[in-house]
């Protein structure tokens, strides 16, 4: 009898260890299998399973918490219509690239209250188009605005007058931009890159759009403003002499209208030469992108995000890039 119970005592002890065995198998994958769907992406290259998984759905947001972590870098493209407004937060500063229009103003000073931020150190106007300066007098009027760049003409519009009359109400730095620029604003470095001509035959008024590159670590971002064919030309030249020939991510320039090249180089060529990981374009229902811009942007394997589908933030490292929308 004392033989039988200590054969059924070592089985029953052996049962258990493979059971617990099992559990703790069972465990380690599921684990595994978290971290994977949460990865996000580095700057490497260029490919369709990195561009996906640098990628989170709306249920987090990189930038719920009003403040930025040192080494960290937060951008949000504002959902406003086929017009522009980028913001830019490091631990220590902020920066507005455009300002959107008349109707969005009030939403980016909403914003910036949101996050208690009570100043913006540079407001960069890329061009005087009222999808881009619109907002400006607004924004002028209602946060301490510390340093302004603007390009280097001039255009006779109501919003574009709306603007300068802020400017003359504030004690704003300004600074009108006939050569490139470099702003350090803790580990983030900002180049801007103004027109190189006086006149262009195709607009006039895009293709003076300043370029705002921004440098975080391995990562690399572009804002081309609205520059068409001759001043994508410019961008590309530029950024190639920099070294600079593959970007982490690209606002691109025209709100989704197709160039076709003929006083430089089209959009297909552009995309070429930035070849991002992703893109965003400003569009809405009504203005969408053109399907030649899209599928152009497809065929480098570029993930694309449309403002038209919501606020686009993103968050850099300086290694890797999240992206909610």
Known sequence: MKKVLSLFLVVLLLVSLIACDSNETNSSDSNESVTNESSSVGSASNSESSADNGVTDGSQSSDDEGYVDEGEMKIRLFKVGKSDASLIRTKDYVILIDSSSDDHGQEILDYLAE??????????????????????????????????????????????????????????????????????????????YPAQKSYYAEDDDNNFSIAVNVIHGDNSFL???????????????????????????????????????????????????????????????????????????????????????????????????????
Do not use: W
Not at 163 to 189: F, H, P, Q, R, W
Not at 237 to 253: D, I, R, T, Y
Not at 279 to 299: G, Q, R
């Open 223 to 325: 804002f081309a403003g609205d520059a068409m064919s001759a001043r994508m030309k410019e961008l590309v030249e530029f950024n190639q002499a920099k070294g600079l020939e593959a970007f982490s991510f690209v606002k691109m320039p025209c709100n989704g209208v197709y160039c076709e090249g003929t006083y430089g180089i089209s959009t297909t060529e552009f995309i070429e030469a930035v070849d991002p990981i992703y893109a965003s374009i400003s569009c809405s229902e009504k203005n969408p992108a053109e399907a030649a811009v899209v599928d152009a942007l497809a065929a480098v394997g570029t993930k694309v995000f449309f403002t038209k589908d919501g606020n686009i933030k993103i968050t850099s490292d300086g290694e890797m890039i999240e992206i909610v929308q």
């Open 115 to 192: 996050k208690s931020i009570t100043s913006i150190d540079y407001m960069i106007i890329t061009h005087f188009d009222k999808s881009e300066v619109g907002g400006a007098d607004i924004i002028l009027k209602g946060t301490e605005v510390k340093t302004v760049v603007q390009p280097a003409y001039t255009k006779d519009s109501t919003q574009a007058r709306e603007y300068v009359a802020a400017l003359g109400t504030v004690d704003s730095e300004v600074i009108t931009l006939k050569e490139e620029m470099t702003i350090n604003c803790n580990d983030v470095e900002l180049t801007l």
